[in-house]
């Protein structure tokens, strides 16, 4: 059984920093693209960034120059580095990752962690 569980979120004020992590576990063949997606009440899943099996890395326009996506591949965890959070930057943030078992190949989910920028 492979779980995702993010870590990290938290209630923080305008211009400050978090640090999210999302721990991969169980029986793991293959790692490929991991990345992480925030939901804001109201509106749709939306990808903040994405890190690939190679280590090449994707931004959302939005937070590009402000958050940084990488990983540990020993630790089989992501990170997203947060910095100069906005009010608009309050969701839920999920981790996602595009992971082989022995039995399959699939994409699977964390269960999301709160990020709130408020002042």
């Known amino acids: 059984q492979v779980q995702l569980v993010e870590s990290g979120g938290g209630l923080v004020q305008p211009g400050g920093s978090l640090r999210l992590s999302c721990a991969v576990s169980g029986i793991i063949f293959s790692i490929y693209d991991m990345g992480w997606y925030r939901q804001a009440p109201g509106k749709q899943r939306e990808l903040v960034a994405a890190i690939t099996s190679g280590g090449s890395t994707h931004y959302a326009d939005s937070v590009k120059g402000r958050f940084t996506i990488s990983k540990d591949n020993d630790k089989n965890t992501v990170y997203l580095q947060m910095n100069s959070l906005k009010p608009e930057d309050t969701a839920v943030y999920y981790c996602?990752?595009?992971?082989?078992?022995?039995?399959?190949?699939?994409?699977?989910w964390g269960q999301g962690t709160q990020v709130t920028v408020s002042s």
């Open positions: 996602n990752g595009d992971i082989r078992t022995v039995v399959s190949r699939r994409n699977y």
